[in-house]
């Protein structure tokens, strides 16, 4: 059985997520977006400053494991503080690790960390064509909204998923 880990990251721990990003993104996003689109919000979400933003804009990011190899990453923060409502603004694993159940694993690690906060509700964004939908599906969340993003010249056209925790 495989020993994984989970913990917060700090700004040190930038260039790991960087890294991670760098495999991750391409085969995720390469069936529904654009090669020039995937390559500008790569440039402008996973930068070391755009990171540091990130966190000092109260992201926590959250690094997972195994052994002292790092597998994939997440972050959340606050979304609505009246509803207690939080936002999964990341979760992304290292291709040869999906579909054995660490994703789940790290979303549930996640929501319990909100619940600790006091969060009543975690909401996501999925683009609407990304197969992760169903595993969202499957981990309790159903479709609240859904939403257009423009990010520079270009749209995200995502669902906003919701689960009640």
Excluded at 45 to 72: C, N, R, S
């Amino acid at each position: 059985m495989s020993n994984y880990t989970f913990r917060a990251a700090t700004v040190a721990d930038i260039p790991i997520i960087a890294q991670l990003a760098e495999a991750i993104w391409e085969p995720t996003y390469s069936p529904i977006l654009s090669q020039e689109q995937i390559v500008y919000m790569f440039q402008v979400i996973y930068t070391p400053e755009a990171l540091q933003q990130q966190m000092q804009d109260g992201q926590q990011f959250i690094l997972v494991h195994e052994q002292e190899k790092p597998l994939g990453f997440a972050s959340y923060s606050l979304k609505d503080t009246g509803e207690k409502v939080y936002k999964l603004n990341k979760i992304y694993l290292l291709p040869a690790t999906q579909g054995k159940g660490l994703g789940r694993m790290l979303l549930t690690y996640v929501e319990n960390k909100v619940r600790e906060l006091g969060g009543v509700t975690l909401d996501l964004n999925v683009n609407k064509y990304n197969k992760a939908k169903l595993f969202y599906e499957n981990c309790g969340y159903h479709i609240h909204q859904e939403e257009d993003i423009p990010i520079g010249p270009y749209w995200m056209n995502d669902y906003v998923m919701r689960k009640q925790l």
